[in-house]
């Protein structure tokens, strides 16, 4: 019956809506019309023309205020409609308080929480990056046999910038941490070295100052730096002047050329930033040094990814061709800037995107379940109103008003709580999140998106408790013997239908949570091949200016190390140039006494390992064959070196590792020295989550007479807690340079958890979710029951008259609850198990089935299930048999 | 929105349907029309005609479309629809209930 109406309503209300105009002017015609028919009339009745227009005008009582009436009803009748269902609706939901703030609060955390992810992911992986025409930045890339995917090398990046067609044009980047003094303590920034052309390739510029010019950007030219909008606001209070000024970055004296706009970020944050071809002319001429250069390149108009791919490749082929011994196998590889920044967070965001999804369906099914509970008590105000007049589908509307007025109550209080959750989320994400410019916040979007959830939400739980109503019959629902019995068969199997599909979601959320939590547990049982308690960690940049000399670096490092062993509370110290379990290292070639290789890639160490004589001391690392260096392994010392297990696997298998030579770069080399291999040590993890890789340990002298050092990472064994070294460590330092930063002082287990953080944070996240949705399941599930045996007291009450014991009442009520939660455990097992595949990439030791798991979040979910049933069915034992039956 | 002072709404509602059941017409002819019907004992001023007429195309009960008239003009010619057939009924029904339920009202006191 009421599409039949919109046929005619819709155009009239589309057209008073957009076609106001032509609205306006039809209704001036048809007045005109009426007016000159009445003259008419009255001049056939005798008048004068002029005067049967004035009585004509005169009955019609002004034309204008005519207009105006005409108008009000145009305007009205929706718009009353729509006025009368708001406050219809929100005087309901005063009415019923408890109801109100249950379903509202439900609502607000579903909601909330579906928000807060939502800003995550719109700033991540929706919003482009703040770059002119952003889509169309790539990164170009090398690949070798052994490494997919690499930063080319500098000859490679300036032969794919100079000899592609694809792109307008190329730019680089290298990030790399500076020492800034004088103003102060001195502090380790974030660094990056990037080319002048990067910043019109971006479309960025300046809010201060310029950009680098091409002179500027040159070996030899001036020292020049600019700063990030938040350095410059933090340090220099975002004070005009800077720009001219000069800083003091590694010793060396810089003048501020300019001041980059807010947000700006390309690849990773950065503080400062340097020319970039001083930094790359101090490399070693090698097309297979990869120092790590990010290479950015813009497609040229009309060019697609896949062409300049495929023009890349043709680049690298010929110059494989060009230059055999060095790029052996290489090719190139062209990826989406963002597509590349956002891939390693991409599959975690949208696990999370639809758990919360999940969460606020079960949600929604509460408060279905909740609004069709209430429809048995107003079964008779709807009775009424329809009785009165109202047509069913006017009520459907007035219901779904109301529904959808708790959502949006619901939306602006997730709103809030989502702005309350935002920041210790960041906080908690830390690094998982990479840096997007615009920042994560409550934008417009988010807000539109948090809208429409709200709106569709409240839609998708008021719908069928409203279909429903509007289908109540009006006589037994106006006579008084309906109490009790409303709804009927129907509106049970729908409650029923709802609890069970909460069951199911919970338990695919639980299972999806626990797989992950059995997994980050298997990541903490790891062994990392050392000892990582009682172990205090700094890093320890050195001024490449200062510490030019090779002795006086070596020299720093062995009066440090001296102070640090004698200070009270420790026990030992050492140090190395990378860490373990810090996930990164460096790959470089040697080559192996005895054995030339056939191509240059046939020895690739995979972890290069420069290590103090006490370091693996300190650690504790077991020695398994030979010994570990001493003091007296010098660079006038012979060369050696330590390898672990998994290298002496791979490159000795059938004989002892012990005794052998080998030397560093792709090609055996004279002028290199050849280093015997000393000892053989167990492995140390690189990454909890994967196998050790060949690693080979060096003294720090000799491998600093080879490539030179500037940093070292300290490591002290401590008697107590390391907390309590910070101080003396930190005096230590000072002692011997005041100049000297010491960056991230930090334990050995907590530099392990940063490692796991990215696991512990989609881990903990997922973790709360289920824990929501089995906790909205489980109060769905206890709401039903409990519904249901208020609804049954006069049939449970019968029952007993004829002599049924509480417990068998017990046994039936928990029974019925227990019936629908087998249901939606299996229903869930069956969701779970086809969907866990998708957190696969996410597992670590714990297969996406795993029956464990399985069996023990059904067996949890029923035991809780059962007790969620067991209430309200004691409180039915109770039941009077003759209270209730008074009712009858 | 204003009421016409003159006649209860729902009564002038259900005398412009039962007009227009007759036939498709102008909104001059109502005016006549309804003149005559209501034996000049229930006021209707054009003035409230024109609103009314518009609530009823708002609600769906009459439709509208515009042709040339006899003058050479465009006017604006109103028909019934089948819901505002429905409706004519259903206000019919209600108002001879009600004037029956009056009447009998009436002749109790008389009684």
Request: glycine letters at 8%; hydrophobic letters at 45%.
């Amino acid at each position: 019956m009421e599409p039949e109406r919109w046929r005619y309503t819709l155009p009239l209300r589309l057209r008073s809506l957009f076609r106001r105009r032509q609205a306006d002017s039809d209704l001036d015609d048809e007045l005109r019309d009426h007016i000159d028919r009445k003259t008419e009339d009255f001049v056939a009745s005798g008048f004068e023309r002029e005067e049967a227009r004035r009585q004509a005008l005169l009955e019609l009582g002004g034309v204008e205020r005519r207009k105006e009436e005409c108008r009000d009803t145009r305007r009205v009748t929706w718009l009353r409609d729509l006025e009368q269902d708001l406050r219809y609706g929100l005087r309901m939901l005063r009415k019923s308080p408890g109801f109100t703030a249950v379903a509202v609060l439900t609502l607000a955390l579903g909601i909330g929480a579906n928000s807060v992810i939502f800003s995550v992911v719109n700033a991540v992986l929706l919003r482009p990056l703040a770059f002119r025409d952003s889509g169309r930045l790539c990164l170009v890339m090398e690949s070798l046999p052994s490494f997919p995917e690499l930063g080319p090398s500098y000859e490679n990046y300036q032969d794919f910038r100079d000899q592609s067609k694809s792109f307008e044009g190329v730019a680089a980047e290298h990030p790399q941490s500076v020492t800034m003094t004088g103003q102060g303590d001195p502090e380790r920034l974030l660094g990056q070295f990037v080319s002048a052309s990067l910043f019109p390739l971006l479309g960025v510029d300046t809010i201060e100052g310029h950009t680098f010019t091409r002179d500027e950007d040159r070996f030899g030219g001036p020292a020049v730096v600019l700063l990030s909008y938040g350095f410059w606001q933090r340090n220099f209070g975002g004070e005009r002047s800077i720009v001219g000024k000069n800083v003091t970055i590694d010793d060396r004296s810089y003048t501020v050329t300019g001041v980059l706009p807010r947000g700006f970020e390309v690849v990773s944050p950065a503080d400062v930033y340097l020319p970039f071809a001083p930094w790359a002319h101090a490399l070693p001429d090698d097309r297979n040094w990869h120092p790590g250069i990010n290479a950015i390149g813009r497609l040229r108009g009309g060019v697609t990814i896949e062409q300049a791919r495929a023009e890349m490749s043709t680049i690298a082929e010929r110059l494989d061709k060009q230059y055999p011994i060095y790029d052996t196998g290489m090719g190139a590889v062209v990826v989406g800037l963002q597509d590349r920044l956002v891939q390693n967070v991409r599959p975690a965001l949208l696990v999370l995107l639809v758990a919360v999804a999940l969460v606020l369906l079960i949600a929604c099914g509460n408060i279905a379940n909740l609004l069709l509970a209430r429809a048995a008590s107003r079964t008779r105000e709807i009775a009424v109103r329809v009785a009165l007049g109202a047509g069913r589908w006017r009520m459907v509307r007035q219901l779904l008003t109301e529904s959808v007025l708790l959502a949006f109550a619901g939306a602006v209080f997730g709103l809030l709580l989502a702005r309350l959750a935002l920041t210790p989320l960041l906080d908690l994400a830390g690094q998982t999140i990479p840096p997007v410019g615009g920042g994560i916040g409550l934008d417009g979007k988010v807000l539109g998106f948090t809208l429409v959830v709200a709106l569709l939400v409240g839609i998708l739980f008021g719908l069928a408790p409203a279909l429903q109503m509007a289908k109540v019959d009006i006589r037994p629902a106006l006579s008084d013997a309906s109490r009790g019995t409303t709804g009927g068969a129907h509106r049970h199997r729908l409650r029923n239908i709802l609890v069970v599909t909460e069951v199911a979601l919970a338990i695919v959320l639980l299972i999806g949570a626990g797989l992950l939590m059995r997994s980050f547990s298997r990541l903490q049982d790891v062994q990392p091949g050392f000892q990582p308690s009682n172990l205090l960690v700094v890093d320890l940049p050195l001024s490449p200016k200062v510490y030019a000399q090779p002795a006086q670096r070596m020299g720093f490092f062995d009066q440090l190390l001296e102070r640090a062993r004698n200070l009270p509370g420790v026990t030992s110290a050492g140090g190395a140039l990378i860490l373990p379990v810090t996930g990164s290292g460096s790959a470089i070639h040697f080559n192996i006494q005895g054995r030339p290789p056939k191509t240059p890639h046939d020895y690739i160490l995979v972890g290069y390992r420069p290590v103090t004589p006490g370091y693996l001391r300190t650690l504790r690392v077991p020695l398994l064959e030979g010994r570990l260096f001493n003091d007296s392994d010098t660079e006038r010392s012979a060369y050696v070196a330590v390898v672990n297990e998994a290298m002496a696997k791979q490159y000795f298998p059938r004989e002892s590792a012990l005794g052998k030579h080998v030397q560093l770069g792709a090609l055996p080399d004279n002028q290199i020295p050849w280093m015997e291999i000393v000892g053989i040590v167990g492995d140390m993890k690189q990454s909890l989550a994967s196998e050790a890789p060949s690693e080979m340990y060096v003294p720090y002298r000799q491998a600093d007479s080879l490539i030179p050092i500037f940093t070292m990472s300290l490591v002290m064994r401590t008697a107590k807690d390391p907390h309590q070294e910070v101080s003396a460590l930190r005096n230590a330092v000072r002692s011997l340079s005041s100049n000297q930063p010491l960056v991230k002082v930090r334990t050995m287990e907590e530099n392990i958890a940063t490692s796991v953080s990215d696991s512990h944070f989609r881990t903990l996240l997922l973790g709360i979710f289920a824990a929501s949705a089995l906790l909205l399941a489980l109060i769905g599930l206890y709401g039903l029951i409990a519904y249901s045996v208020a609804q049954r007291s006069a049939e449970i009450g019968v029952r007993m008259a004829l002599g049924a014991q509480p417990n068998d009442i017990l046994k039936m009520v928990v029974g019925q609850g227990l019936k629908l939660v087998l249901i939606g455990v299996a229903a869930g097992l069956a969701g779970a198990f086809v969907l866990s595949r998708l957190l696969t990439q996410f597992l670590y030791g714990v297969a996406p089935s795993d029956p464990a798991t399985f069996a023990g979040v059904a067996l949890i979910l029923t035991v809780v299930a059962g007790v969620a049933c067991w209430i309200p069915a004691r409180r039915a034992t109770r039941v009077d048999p003759i209270i209730a039956l008074r009712y009858e | 929105m204003s009421k016409p002072p003159d006649l209860v709404q729902g009564t002038l509602d259900m005398l412009l349907l039962k007009i227009l059941a007759l036939g498709p017409m102008n909104g001059f002819a109502v005016s006549q029309r309804l003149t005559q019907v209501s034996r000049d004992v229930l006021q209707v001023s054009d003035g409230s005609l024109y609103p009314a007429l518009h609530k009823l195309e708002q609600e769906g009960w009459i439709t509208a479309e515009w042709k040339t008239s006899e003058l050479g003009r465009r006017a604006k010619y109103y028909s019934l629809t089948r819901l505002g057939r429905r409706q004519l009924e259903r206000e019919a029904d209600n108002w001879s209930r009600l004037s029956n339920a009056i009447s009998r009202v009436i002749k109790r006191k008389e009684a």
